[in-house]
């Protein structure tokens, strides 16, 4: 028994005729679409190949073949060829206030014994002085890199 069946239309047969046949795109895109058109078994197909031999023509998995067939079958031809879009919000810790501070404190003089600031300097003051909970010092640099400001290439005063 077939768990997924794919069955594409002759538009879908054409784009992915078109994508594997010319131009530049990911190697994963091809690939799908190489598989998506081997496993074919609706009407424009002349004749359907079994997933052993795609396997062994292509070069890849068993797996990788169903893979593209249950992500077809389930999610639609787009996501197949392209991907899902990552969902994931990250919320920003750095708003402008601070990044207002961190600013004016990177321009201050350094702590006593040092000659200036270094990232993880800045990044345990802000903390100590409540700017913020907690933050890394590649949070920091990103802040800093963004305001093109610069920790000590001239003296400060």
Partial sequence: M??????????ERGILGELSSKGKHRSQKILNALILLGCDEGEFQAAR???????RVLKISMKKIDRVK???VEEGFDVTLNGRKG????????????E???????????PEGYARW?????????????????????AIR???KKT???????KVG
């Fill in 118 to 138: 270094s990232l993880r300097l800045l990044a345990d003051k802000v903390v100590e002085l409540d700017y913020i909970d907690s933050i890394s010092h590649e």
């Fill in 142 to 144: 990103r802040v800093l």
């Fill in 87 to 98: 969902s994931r919000v990250y919320k920003k810790k750095a708003d402008g206030d601070f």
């Fill in 148 to 154: 093109k400001s610069s920790l000590g290439s001239e």
């Fill in 100 to 110: 207002a501070h961190l600013v004016a404190l990177s321009c201050s003089d350094p």
């Fill in 2 to 11: 077939k768990k997924y069946i794919v069955t594409l239309t002759e538009e």
């Fill in 70 to 72: 249950k992500c077809f």
């Fill in 49 to 55: 190949s079994k997933n052993e031999e795609i396997s």
